[in-house]
């Protein structure tokens, strides 16, 4: 009676089980055929929508294509000359009526007056141009201004304009091409050429190729929009940006199928149903089977990483050790890699984390089957790994391992449909002998990778013992720039003038920060500024120059100062409203400071550095990209950032007069007129590039030929300094 009034409450547990699983299946069933119905039609409906917008672009460039078959013609061009109407009539006009099926076309003069027209396959007077000069005209315009604008080019780009426009109230494909010879026989100047203006009608052409083409029911042309526009309906729109119609059809709905079909999942429902209570009564038997099954993989777990499978710190820690004791006792080599892959927030900032974990993922096996299976080959977290080589003979056998992993991870990976590079930077520790601690061999391999970025990335580099001196002098050094952050008095900024493009005319500074060392002497940025951000301390050195560039401000009348921001610093949260609150407690106006920031803070896409910027720019101060060029320069984050100035790099300065050189700096400055942002050129150092800069439309000028960076005193007592370069073109040097 006891194991029976245990046992009913027992079933009444697994019948209320099976129930809620049955209610959950059917929910699910439901669901699924509810959600692949819509998603299905959803598809469906994007590539029908897909098919027609290229059916549209297919037909226009098929009009310009059929267009340059009598545009480019040694005979076209005399005939136009000669107003040959006969000859027109017969191949530039009909004959593209019977043959291509063009609507209407019109052979326009070099003033724009019509010689020749054509409609319905109907040769009539020119005057009928003026119905459709109004529709016609504005792209006349912009093809004379783009062969205007190709005037001398070697290589100039194809000369045809062709849109989407409404002719006679109804939408078309227009395309228009000068009529140029195919030889040389026949001479012409751009600005003397004939035009012919191809016009065909969407409506019973092109809407019916494209229907027949992707067999789509029910085509028609909508010539305005109505509050009852389909889903399944593309925009016809102009260069202008103007929709002057719609295509619209029969929607293809796939997903109707599913709901007809849907009966069968009754039956689906209760073999599940019945499978799942027979699931559940084996499941009460074999409990403990699976309480064993669970414990084995808790310890799996425990010691191997989820996402590749591979050994988890904790392993690859105990079989480092175990390697150790190896080496110790047979007096043997092991090496030890430390891996980072390069690039890896990208991908995941790009792509999704979807896709770095399948990076991962496809890392770890090309790492395993690059190396012998005694050795260890494990993931550390993140995108970091490591590999214990055991009885590896000499450095040059990690080294040509290193190679080989390099050159596995650097092959292309397929992610979410794409093709993606990474590559990778590897550190290496040999231990030799006993005495090897786990710890200090890892410590090493780490320093050697930190070594390898720093170097460039996608490489390798063994640790050497002078990387720890190197460490202890980074060390050294963090604890001198502590020491002159806290008393001031060797810490100074000194202010390097920028001129105008008449270079006489200081617009304002940029302050350099120096540090005057006790031991070392005078220290540029590149010796401390990047320690101080490895070691956290961004914060206290931007607070320090900060606060020298707003004292010179009070003190000066220049109407530009500016000083360069970390990326670290813009990821700080309150820095734009810090840096406003001091400019306000000083009385400083915000337009008189210009922050220079580089490259990588745009490519960083952080959230943070845009509200920084936009908060700083809309207070008033100048943004400048400094170094362009340098990093990964993108136009797409040009435009996703408000930016006031583009600054070129000396690096490009100094190859001025060369070909490639002076075409780089040239590409800058027209990109940054593109838009509309200044532009200044740093590193001028002779007379020769200053001239060429200026020449091409470069608006400030900094370098040591104008004036090097000087005391702040010295722009304070005596304004700016007579511009070197200046007396270097007087006196002929």
Known sequence: MASKAQYKPLTSQVTVVVVALAAFSLAIVVGFGFFATLETDRVSLEKQQAFVSTGVADAVAEVVRQQTS??????????ARQNDQAWMSENLGEWMHAYYGIDRVYVLDPAGNPVHAMRDGATLSGSTYEEDRAAIEPSVARLRALIAGSAGEESPPPLVVSDIVTVAGKPAILAIQPIVPNSGRILQEPDQAYFHAAVQFVEGGVDAQIARQYRLSGMHLMSQLTSTLPEASVPLMASSGVIVGYLTWDQERPGLGLIREASPALIVFSLLAAGVLWFLLRRLRRAAGELHRSRSRAQYLAFHDTLTG????????????????????????????????????????TFGHSAGDELVRQTATRLERSVRQVDTVARLGGDEFAIVIFDAKDVTTAEELCERLLAEIGKPFSLAGNEVFVGASIGVAIA???GADPADLLRKADIALY???????????????????????????????????SSGGELKLLYQPIYAADCQTVVGAEALIRWEHPIHGVLSPAHFVSIAEERGMTGLLGEWVLGEVVGFAQASDLSLIAFNVSPLQLRDPGFASHVLEVLAAAGVDASRVQIEIVESALLENSQVTRDALTQLRD??????????????????????????????????????????????????????????VNVTAEGVETPEQRDLLVQMGCGELQGFLLSPAVEASALLSRGAPHPRGVLHAASGR
């Open 310 to 349: 591979l050994p988890n710190r904790a392993l690859f820690e105990d079989r480092l050790k175990r390697a150790l004791l190896s080496v110790a006792r047979d007096n043997r080599k092991i090496a030890l890699l430390y891996i980072d892959l390069d690039r890896f927030k990208n991908v995941n900032d």
């Open 70 to 79: 009598v545009t480019v013609w040694d005979d076209s061009v005399t005939a």
């Open 432 to 434: 030799n002998g006993s």
């Open 451 to 485: 070594e390898a970025k720093k170097n460039g990335r996608g490489r390798h580099e063994v640790f050497a013992g002078d990387m720890d001196d190197l460490i202890a002098r980074k060390r050294m050094i963090e604890s001198d720039l502590r020491k002159a952050l």
């Open 619 to 676: 207070a008033g101060i100048r943004i400048a990209l400094d170094d362009f060029g340098t990093g990964y320069s993108s136009i797409n984050y040009l435009k996703r950032h408000i930016i006031d100035k583009l600054k070129i790099d000396s690096s490009f300065v100094r190859t001025l007069g060369s070909t490639e050189g002076t075409a780089i700096v040239r590409a800058i400055v027209e990109l940054a007129s593109a838009l509309d």
